[in-house]
């Protein structure tokens, strides 16, 4: 028993698991913000090349991709161990942002995205592998916290750094830069451990991921409501990311199953409300109470700050060792952060409690986010982290995917009319998610 306090007291940095910890925080922080510096830097590079109708595929595609990339990924990294799956994934992911960072036509460059997309969905599965093969439970909680900070931390240098990049040498290398930095992270938890499943994986046949991916980029296409027909494209969408999600999902998904189905299903309306507040927040802010983008950002920084204290938190807060206790908490803080937010739109009330609230919201997600991660790894038999770690991210993508896409539709119907009351009306409809995830997170123990 003292055996398993002195390891979980052991800090991820130190010993030898410190040079796996610093390479899953420099694969992490790489991918976050590589992410961010593709939105910071995607208006000039559809002005260079002349392919503004192309903005919505750019990052719907790379989306899609990854959906494609974890039903194949799960079932290899079980089958392989992580190590193989994560250097294909690498060397998918290096060719990507070299195409895009070359490409001389829009097209070429929506290619791109397309294949490190896909190599950055491979390599999402194999790191969740690797983190459950190389530390112990114990210590799984610590490591997800560094794991979350890695990807809250771009939000604070980011978009900065890739505006500098651009304005310097030019947005190619924005792209054309990550390759080299991505190998030498990898090199550091090369040498982790990685080991093959015992077990033979199941398989999903891959025609259900492409279906869900199709579903997903429908819905981005309809939101832009670039055709009279797009009700039908939203439709045909929502039937398509049901119809795979069904399949790629494990059993007992749509009948709120105890288990990895109530930590899937927890996730999924935390992280898809906060998400789709997040969408909204900069234009409540600017059109409402009349910010600055630059102001507006700075408040999006209190909430990827306080995420990144509520996962430590979670980790090493003692108060707090109850997992499911604190994923209800976490979904809790959310709900009321941000029916908080929410106010911003009532001018009488001050701006400061909408920034408080956003705080509180990135607090709740972030104690929630990274304890659903710990207890997903913690349902998977030994051999079969692959497949639920791929569950885990298919789940975030079509559910995020999914709400943020609807929500989009409904927003353009208002965007001419009423923007700020379309906008404050989603993020109470997602203040109201986040308050139906403490549902299944009853029946996570």
Known sequence: MSALVDVARQSPWRGRYGRTTIGVFSLAFLFAFEALAVSTVMPQVAD?????SWYPVAFAGPLAASIVALAWAGPAADRLGPGPVMRRGL???ALGVVLAGAAPTMPLFVAGRLVHGYGGGVLGVALYVLIAQAYPETMRPRVFAVLTTAWVLPALVGPLLAAQVADVVGWRWVFLGVPALAFAAWLLVADAPSRPSALEPGRVPLRFAWLAAGGTLLLSLAGQRVVAWWPVLVALGVMAILL??????PPGFWRLASGLPAVLLSRAAIGTAFAAAEVYLPLLLTLERGL????AGWVLTIGAVTWSAGAV???RWSVLSDQPGRVRIGAALVAVGLFGFATVSLPVVPLVVAMASWGVAGLGIGMAF????????????EGEEGRTSSALQTNDYLSMAGFIAVGGVIFAGFAQSAPVAAGTGLVLAAAALAALALVPARKLG
């Open 48 to 52: 260079e090349l002349d392919g503004l």
């Open 91 to 93: 060397a998918v992911f």
């Open 244 to 249: 795979g999600g069904r399949r790629l999902l």
């Open 292 to 295: 600055s983008l630059t102001e």
């Open 313 to 315: 938190l979670a980790a």
């Open 370 to 381: 990274s304890t659903l991660s710990v207890l997903a790894l913690a349902t998977a038999r």
